[in-house]
């Protein structure tokens, strides 16, 4: 947008008229404003959103910042006083001269209503003074003395200094009523005056109209007090507040030759607030109760506008009865009704009776007839029948019943009149279930023998059979009195979501509650076939075991059978800890008790022919858990040929596939941990791989790369391996890739993955982990997608997460530091804030206006999508030091000059520090700063060697270099730096595993100190909406598994509409002061 031809012309008192022309899109708008003290209090434009949105549109905003600027360069910056200081000074100033008028004060000042009944409601008028008081004749001109503390005249003797502490204490509350009410007053006259004229004050005002929303808080503070009042004759007297209900007494008597006489023995007066109702008599305001304000309100009122004003109302004989029924009965509650010559009993109107005839003349087919009845008369609902007017209706009750038979009947038998459903199924069941029952609360019911075989029976009780053969489960499932047939259809009706079954002769089977729909659910949840539910037994692979038996479990009204070789799998794998799993005795000694538990869960696993996940906290010791199930599996290999007559027992070597950076890592673990192992590292050029891969045969463990794997599968497929484990799995999460589908080629006995983060950013993550451990297992991916996932994103499904659950849960063993590691020490997280200055301020608005703008236009989704993600990055980019993105940007980053202190507070503390940034070259800027300090540092990134990672994180260890700058990719995996203390996250990253896992390269076992983690985040940017919605995306994972993160890709454009630009609501930059936040000390 462009703003060109602008003019400004100064009037009187420094208000500035300024006038321009905005460029948008082509089109050219006119915009004005006018100015005051640098605050615009009128403004119009030519465009659509000038006339009908609320606040400033985009051009007036723009003409207003170009204005502002150019009158800023040319005269330099004003600086107006806020309202906040005015108000702070006022208050102050009130004080003062309150306490020096008090000192001066014999009395205290009375105020005093006076109350005007008229046509209009009620009105208030003022007098004020000691012993004698005068009127006030202008309550605003009374309001701005009290907050200008002037001194005010009233009559000959009596002036005084206008202050709210001057009046009597129970007057108090009222001159704050005053000061609101005459405010509001003021606004609305300034809101409907028009044009950039100055404005006038208010016109003067002697008495204040308490309307409905007023009138409670003003009885509230007159209660109990006697005030003057005037009545509507212009009477004047006195009356008393109280609360209370009157005590009336109604009277009713003959009039005429066919009617009544209803009268009340008092004149009132009526006045409605929000709550309650007030009336008044002669000498009293009455405040009734909520309930009674609620009951009386529409009698007090008719009886007040009735006859003149002479509160009495006539009824023609014929109406009485309802008069009664729906009146005279709730009047009478509260107020004694006396009759003098008419019994009103007599007059009590017959009671509304139904009955309700169903039938049915066939399968699909259910007749109603409805009769409604006043004592002898009776007649049918439906039709177009005219009632006598001798019939005092129930025209609630009758609607009642209308409403309900609508509810349930749509169509009329055209002879008869009668209700009738035909050819509709759901509705007879419907009916069935929950119509007739409500039938029955509004009337009779009668039902035919006909309709009596339409009857609902409940559902069967089911048996279910489970029995384990070899690697299989066999499922059988029966209901007693029930075909193999019927079984099959009533199991597929369930799929289809019908909640019954129809039998041949026309019984509505109940598909809700109960076993059936245990059984139905779990049918459904495993995919058996409606082919396989038709043999007598179903075939299930063995790892359904643990959530067929905690699903059938939960059903008590089920018949459960369990064969002992079923019992002992799930029992084995939920009392882990129990199990006689021995450890090898060599790494005995050195893993912890949740490590030993652990081991036997892997062993546990191997020894039913599960994978799974081992999914610990970071820095918890996976790698140590799975060499001890290696060393045991050597052990028990070596066992097997001592005791062999036969020679050497046939012997599989285990797979171990990580990230090429980790590769020696866990080479040098092996070794340290179990040198009995024979270790074989697949590496080096094609040729030295192939030549590695033919002698195979004696090693226990073969260590190789994701990528190495990807490029050498051919050599592996003749390849059987004993154990495969896959390191740091979310290598693998999407499964089309090529290192996913290697790993899944390898043939190995039992398969473990390990990770820290099952799910970092979708669920179909999970699923290709657990196609990896055990194929099917999560079904289809397709399957998969359409019942999980995509109910869980959408919905947060409870039944789904719940069932999902339950499944992967016995094949996922995840532990918390917090949960085993008592003895670790605390953590604390601290969020430090920096703020731009000028220039990298303006850089970063602009950037974020032009971003916001094409997302307001319809960015954000299909090809716009790449170049939205591209400007984020780069605001995060300005956020770090905007010479990552503008090399030619020579100002000050306030982001590195906090983060700079914050190194040397840390270095001269005798701290070390891990600082971790996403941007590489921001890791460089921080480096060249770092040399100008003189302090010494190490780097690691992507692009560092795996020889040489070792060697920098050994040298970390030894020697007394204070800082090592890591990009968060290379630190997220496979790096143990318990020598630091302290961690720096430069920028934060939408996912937030990343930088937990980075974190955690510190906080783990061997950490002795305690751990301080640094977020600087830069104030009123988009990095502190990636905290905030990080936090919001994360809970999905945290209900599967514990922990989760959200992926930059998959925001949708509400979530990125919702991000703190750093603009304020009309597109204009926040205005923040030069402020330097606290940087947190070391003690």
């Given at each position: 947008m462009e703003i060109s031809e602008m003019t400004s012309n100064t009037f009187w008192k420094g208000e500035v008229g300024v006038k321009g022309l905005a460029e948008d899109q082509g089109q050219i708008y006119k915009a004005s404003l006018y100015v005051k003290s640098g605050q615009v209090f009128d403004y119009s434009c030519s465009c659509k959103e000038g006339n009908s949105y609320k606040g400033m549109c985009r051009h007036c905003t723009a003409l207003f910042e170009k204005w502002k600027k150019e009158s800023e360069e040319k005269n330099g910056k004003t600086v107006?006083?806020?309202?906040?200081?005015?108000?702070?000074?006022?208050?102050?100033?009130?004080?003062?001269?309150?306490?020096?008028?008090?000192?001066?004060?014999?009395?205290?000042?009375?105020?005093?209503?006076?109350?005007?009944?008229?046509?209009?409601?009620?009105?208030?008028?003022?007098?004020?003074g000691r012993d004698k008081t005068y009127v006030v004749r202008d309550l605003v001109a009374f309001v701005d003395a009290l907050e200008n503390g002037s001194l005010v005249e009233y009559g000959k003797n009596f002036s005084f200094h206008h202050n709210p502490e001057v009046?009597?204490?129970?007057?108090?509350?009222?001159?704050?009523?005053?000061?609101?009410?005459?405010?509001?007053?003021?606004?609305?006259?300034?809101?409907?005056?028009?044009?950039?004229?100055?404005?006038?004050?208010?016109?003067?005002?002697?008495?204040?109209?308490?309307?409905?929303?007023?009138?409670?808080?003003?009885?509230?503070?007159?209660?109990?007090?006697?005030?003057?009042?005037?009545?509507?004759?212009?009477?004047?007297?006195?009356?008393?507040?109280?609360?209370?209900?009157?005590?009336?007494?109604?009277?009713?008597?003959?009039?005429?030759?066919?009617?009544?006489?209803?009268?009340?023995?008092?004149?009132?007066?009526?006045?409605?607030?929000?709550?309650y109702l007030y009336l008044m008599d002669q000498e009293r305001i009455y405040r009734c109760d909520e309930e009674c304000s609620s009951t009386l309100r529409v009698f007090v009122q008719g009886m007040i506008k009735s006859q003149g004003g002479r509160h009495e109302i006539e009824i023609n004989e014929r109406d009485i009865p309802l008069f009664y029924e729906r009146v005279l009965q709730k009047v009478g509650c509260y107020w004694d009704i006396s009759a003098e010559d008419v019994k009103l009993e007599d007059y009590r109107p017959e009671e509304l009776k139904a009955r309700f005839e169903f039938d049915s003349s066939g399968r699909n087919e259910v007749i109603m007839k409805p009769t409604l009845s006043y004592g002898d008369y009776s007649f049918h609902p439906i039709e177009d029948e005219k009632v006598p007017r001798t019939v005092c209706r129930d025209v609630p009750g009758e609607f009642r019943i209308s409403q309900l038979i609508s509810k349930y009947f749509r169509f009329q038998q055209n002879e008869s009149h009668n209700l009738i459903i035909k050819e509709d199924e759901d509705g007879i069941y419907r009916l069935l279930t929950q119509g007739i029952p409500e039938f029955m609360?509004?009337?009779?019911?009668?039902?035919?023998?006909?309709?009596?075989?339409?009857?609902?029976?409940?559902?069967?009780?089911?048996a279910?059979?489970?029995?384990?053969?070899?690697?299989?489960?066999?499922?059988?499932?029966?209901?007693?009195?029930?075909?193999?047939?019927?079984?099959?259809?009533?199991?597929?009706?369930?799929?289809?979501?019908?909640?019954?079954?129809?039998?041949?002769?026309?019984?509505?089977?109940?598909?809700?509650?109960?076993?059936?729909?245990?059984?139905?659910?779990?049918?459904?949840?495993?995919?058996?076939?409606?082919?396989?539910?038709?043999?007598?037994?179903?075939?299930?692979?063995?790892?359904?075991?643990?959530?067929l038996n905690s699903i059938l479990k939960e059903e008590s009204s089920l018949s459960f059978y369990r064969d002992q070789a079923f019992k002992s799998i799930v029992r084995g794998m939920k009392s882990v800890e129990?199990?006689?799993?021995?450890?090898?005795?060599?790494?005995?000694?050195?893993?912890?008790?949740?490590?030993?538990?652990?081991?036997?869960?892997?062993?546990?696993?191997?020894?039913?022919?599960?994978?799974?996940?081992?999914?610990?906290?970071?820095?918890?010791?996976?790698?140590?858990?799975?060499?001890?199930?290696?060393?045991?599996?050597?052990?028990?290999?070596?066992?097997?040929?001592?005791?062999?007559?036969?020679?050497?027992?046939?012997?599989?070597?285990?797979?171990?596939?990580?990230?090429?950076?980790?590769?020696?890592?866990?080479?040098?673990?092996?070794?340290?941990?179990?040198?009995?192992?024979k270790i074989l590292t697949v590496a080096g050029t094609a040729e030295e791989r192939r030549a590695l891969l033919e002698m195979t045969g004696d090693y226990d463990v073969l260590i190789t790369s994701y990528d190495l794997l990807r490029r050498d599968l051919l050599l592996y497929e003749d390849k059987k391996f004993c154990f495969q484990v896959i390191d740091e799995a979310q290598y693998i999460k999407n499964a089309g890739t090529q290192s996913a589908k290697a790993v899944k080629a390898v043939d190995a006995r039992t398969k473990y993955a390990l990770t820290g983060t099952p799910i970092e950013n979708r669920l179909s993550e999970l699923w290709s982990i657990f196609d990896y451990l055990m194929p099917g297992f999560l079904f289809s991916y397709q399957k998969f997608r359409r019942e999980f996932e995509l109910p869980v994103v959408r919905g947060q499904d409870r039944d789904v997460l719940s069932r999902l659950h339950k499944m992967i849960g016995p094949f996922i063993l995840r532990r918390l530091k917090t949960e085993v590691l008592k003895e670790l020490p605390e953590k604390l997280e601290t969020v430090v804030y920096s703020r731009f200055e000028k220039e990298q301020r303006e850089l970063y608005a602009a950037n974020a206006s032009l971003l916001k703008k094409q997302l307001e236009d319809g960015g954000g989704m299909g090809r716009d999508k790449l170049q939205i993600l591209a400007g984020l990055t780069r605001l995060?980019?300005?956020?770090?030091?905007?010479?990552?993105?503008?090399?030619?940007?020579?100002?000050?980053?306030?982001?590195?000059?906090?983060?700079?202190?914050?190194?040397?507070?840390?270095?001269?503390?005798?701290?070390?520090?891990l600082l971790f940034s996403q941007f590489t070259s921001m890791l460089e800027i921080i480096g060249k700063r770092l040399r100008k300090e003189e302090i010494e540092y190490h780097v690691l990134t992507g692009d560092t060697p795996k020889e040489e990672r070792l060697k920098l994180v050994d040298s970390f260890h030894r020697d007394d270099t204070p800082v090592f700058l890591i990009s968060l990719k290379a630190g997220g995996t496979g790096l143990n730096l318990t020598a630091a203390d302290v961690v720096i996250h430069y920028d934060p990253w939408w996912n937030v595993a990343a930088q937990n896992q980075a974190t955690d390269r510190v906080y783990r076992i061997g950490q002795e100190r305690q751990v301080s983690v640094f977020k600087l985040i830069t104030k009123n940017t988009i990095e502190e909406n990636i905290l905030s919605l990080q936090e919001s995306k994360k809970t999905l994972a945290e209900q599967i598994i514990s922990e989760g993160t959200v992926s930059l890709a998959s925001l949708s454009k509400s979530d990125l509409m919702e991000l703190r630009w750093g603009l304020n609501k009309t597109g204009a930059w926040y205005s923040v002061q030069k402020q330097k936040d606290t940087v947190p000390r070391f003690l």
């Open positions: 107006y006083t806020s309202q906040e200081v005015r108000m702070m000074v006022r208050e102050y100033t009130n004080r003062e001269v309150a306490r020096i008028i008090m000192e001066g004060e014999e009395e205290k000042v009375l105020l005093l209503p006076r109350l005007q009944f008229g046509r209009a409601g009620l009105q208030v008028e003022y007098r004020v009046f009597a204490d129970e007057c108090r509350p009222m001159v704050e009523f005053i000061i609101e009410l005459v405010n509001t007053y003021r606004e609305y006259y300034l809101k409907f005056q028009k044009g950039p004229q100055i404005t006038s004050p208010a016109p003067a005002l002697r008495q204040i109209m308490i309307g409905r929303t007023e009138m409670d808080r003003f009885f509230s503070i007159v209660m109990g007090q006697v005030l003057d009042a005037e009545d509507r004759m212009g009477i004047s007297k006195k009356v008393v507040v109280e609360d209370g209900n009157p005590h009336i007494a109604v009277k009713a008597a003959r009039a005429g030759k066919d009617g009544i006489r209803v009268s009340i023995d008092r004149n009132l007066a009526c006045l409605e607030g929000e709550k609360t509004l009337g009779e019911v009668y039902v035919s023998e006909g309709l009596g075989q339409l009857k609902v029976i409940p559902p069967p009780k089911m279910v059979g489970v029995k384990s053969v070899g690697n299989w489960l066999e499922l059988t499932i029966d209901a007693p009195g029930m075909s193999r047939q019927d079984l099959v259809h009533l199991l597929s009706e369930y799929q289809q979501k019908k909640k019954y079954y129809r039998l041949k002769n026309g019984e509505f089977l109940q598909l809700e509650g109960g076993s059936l729909l245990t059984v139905a659910r779990l049918v459904e949840g495993l995919a058996v076939s409606k082919t396989e539910l038709q043999k007598d037994k179903v075939a299930l692979p063995r790892y359904r075991a643990v959530y129990d199990s006689d799993f021995e450890i090898p005795a060599s790494i005995k000694p050195i893993l912890r008790g949740y490590q030993k538990v652990g081991f036997r869960w892997l062993k546990t696993l191997d020894y039913y022919g599960f994978g799974g996940i081992l999914a610990d906290d970071m820095g918890l010791g996976k790698t140590i858990q799975v060499i001890a199930l290696l060393l045991d599996e050597e052990g028990k290999h070596r066992n097997k040929e001592e005791e062999s007559a036969s020679g050497p027992a046939d012997k599989k070597p285990s797979l171990i596939v990580c990230p090429a950076s980790l590769v020696y890592n866990w080479e040098n673990e092996i070794a340290r941990f179990a040198p009995e192992l995060r980019q300005i956020c770090c030091d905007p010479s990552l993105c503008y090399q030619n940007f020579k100002g000050e980053s306030a982001k590195l000059e906090t983060c700079i202190d914050l190194v040397k507070d840390g270095v001269s503390g005798g701290h070390k520090i």
